[in-house]
């Protein structure tokens, strides 16, 4: 027997929000284990906040505001300012308007309702004790409580399963579309839940509800400590937002409620698992062809993104959930060191991980003086500053490096760092120059008379000793190296291929055929870049001879992933 507790987050007026849920569970879990009519059952602690619990309401929240220090209210003021100003946006690109008479109704002051929650224990209390009650009322007959909670909900059972001294023990929690990384929240909540026998942690790729909040990152990833094999970070590419039931009615959730739900477990939670630790295969996959007006756009990244992800399932069954994706806009800096801290956490001998990359590469002025040309190598993320660039050469060996011994990291970039944009027409190029005050440090310029654009070339004090983007990256005691593939030479420049009417990037279109057409096949990394080499010749993309990097004998050892 067992039971399933929904939590909503903020702005749930009526209390039977959780059939509408419950529908979109039994759908993917089906009705052996959990009868409909019985095992699924909601806490609707609205009516706290409403000074009604029996009932939705809506109207003027009836709650008195404590009181707050002047940080406080200053930090509530802030998050309603930035909440208010996206209703605004929201209702003006969707030719709706907002109704001032109704403020209840609006998320800002909601959100202004959490930052009381989060100051006031009184009031916590009285939230948290709707789930402490249901949670005892339900642990009387049950041998398992699974509790599935969205957005601040989240917020809610995490208080209860850590702070509650008699809490029944959980079979397994669900937290999907979750505030708890928000750095105004996650302070005291980082900690893994021990009567909890598994915690699957859900964000949706295109939830886009935290991505302004206070300045921070998308959220989803969480940085819990302890657990081990017990907690996971996982996501779905969902169209639907943050939408409760869009999660749960996402295609990709269904594996989740199945294994999370279905899974029959025993609940010694205090006792860490005995069972032998599988291998996790994990990818983050970064395009941009929209870059802001100054950068020149691209046209085949996303296509890249795409049909790395294609093979990646096809043809080495990489899990959904482990394949992270960040385009255009959403691929900043900050997002995209945030995803590789979750590609690479709790790395252990026999994982493997890929990084691939589709934009435009470049050139920056060297910070630490490691480069004997004076110049750091970088990739161009949305958000690409020259004066203050985020993800250089130096850090992406630094975070690299660490990695332990028997950890499989293939990185794979498709651009160069030398290019102007666009040449013979409509023929793109992944390059991006750096300002001529950049230039004029390393590179030796001739003017053909009458003409306006200067010839260069790289000045032979430099020209030959510069190490590529990640080239020869070790970690401690030289244990580790990653497995580099780069679409071409230092001086060439990664070109765009169009097949059917679309866009790649050429490189990563011949890998991925390449890989498609030997799949099950024995192949060499030596013979894989060979076989790519032969068919962008074949294909007459002119000047672009992708290149390998890696650990001694990399060009004789069979290529996985």
């Not at 939830?207 to 970070?233: A, S």
Request: net charge negative.
């Amino acid at each position: 027997m067992g039971k399933i507790v929904f939590v909503h987050g903020i702005g749930d007026p009526e209390p039977d929000y959780w059939h509408e849920w419950r529908d979109k569970v039994v759908g993917a879990i089906g009705k052996t284990k959990f009868d409909p009519g019985n095992d699924y059952h909601g806490v609707w602690w609205e009516g706290v906040m409403e000074g009604d619990t029996t009932k939705g309401k809506t109207g003027t929240r009836s709650l008195k505001a404590p009181s707050l220090t002047s940080e406080a209210s200053k930090l509530k003021d802030e998050i309603n300012a930035n909440i208010h100003r996206e209703l605004i946006r929201w209702c003006r690109s969707n030719g709706k308007s907002i109704d001032r008479s109704a403020e209840r109704g609006f998320m800002k002051d909601y959100l202004g309702d959490f930052i009381f929650y989060l100051l006031n224990p009184d009031l916590a209390d009285r939230v948290q004790s709707k789930l402490r009650e249901k949670l005892t009322e339900l642990s009387q007959n049950d041998s398992e409580l699974h509790i599935i909670c969205h957005s601040w909900g989240t917020v809610v059972a995490y208080d209860v399963l850590n702070g509650w001294s008699n809490c029944p023990k959980i079979s397994s929690l669900i937290t999907i579309g979750s505030p708890l990384w928000l750095p105004v929240v996650r302070n005291e909540r980082q900690k893994y839940l021990e009567k909890t026998a598994l915690w699957a942690n859900v964000d949706n790729e295109g939830d886009g509800f935290w991505d302004w909040f206070n300045g921070d990152p998308i959220g989803g990833y969480l940085t819990i400590h302890g657990g081990e094999n017990r907690f996971k970070n996982m996501g779905i590419h969902s169209k639907t937002g943050h939408a409760s039931t869009g999660y749960l009615g996402d295609d990709e959730m269904v594996e989740i409620l199945r294994n999370s739900l279905l899974a029959t477990r025993a609940l010694k939670v205090a006792e860490r698992s005995l069972t032998q630790r599988k291998p996790q295969n994990k990818a983050l996959l970064v395009a941009i062809n929209e870059y802001p007006p100054h950068i020149p756009e691209l046209y085949g990244c996303i296509n890249d993104s795409f049909l790395v992800n294609r093979t990646l399932q096809e043809v080495y069954t990489f899990p959904t959930q482990n394949i992270h994706m960040l385009h255009n806009s959403r691929a900043t800096t900050d997002r995209i060191k945030n995803k590789l801290e979750w590609l690479l956490d709790g790395a252990k001998g026999g994982d493997s991980f890929l990084l691939h990359y589709s934009g435009h590469g470049t050139q920056v002025p060297d910070r630490i003086g490691d480069e004997v040309d004076g110049l750091d190598e970088c990739i161009v993320p949305f958000d690409f500053d020259f004066d203050a660039p985020g993800l250089i050469d130096d850090d992406l060996r630094e975070l690299f490096g660490g990695l332990p011994a028997g950890v499989k990291l293939t990185v794979i970039f498709d651009c160069c760092h030398c290019g102007t944009g666009t040449r013979g027409g409509d023929v793109k190029v992944r390059g991006f120059m750096p300002p001529m005050d950049i230039l004029n440090r390393i590179y030796e310029f001739n003017f053909a008379e009458g003409s306006p654009f200067p010839l260069f070339k790289l000045r032979k004090e430099f020209a030959g000793k510069k190490q590529r983007l990640l080239r020869g990256v070790k970690g401690e005691n030289e244990e580790y190296t990653p497995v580099l593939l780069s679409a071409c030479k230092d001086s060439q420049t990664a070109k765009e291929y169009s097949n059917g009417g679309a866009n790649y990037g050429a490189f990563t279109y011949f890998l991925c055929h390449e890989l498609y057409k030997n799949k099950g096949k024995k192949l060499t990394y030596g013979n894989l870049v060979n076989k790519c080499n032969d068919s962008i010749l074949y294909a007459d993309v002119q000047d672009q001879t992708p290149q390998l990097n890696g650990p001694a004998g990399i060009e004789s050892a069979l290529f996985t992933l």
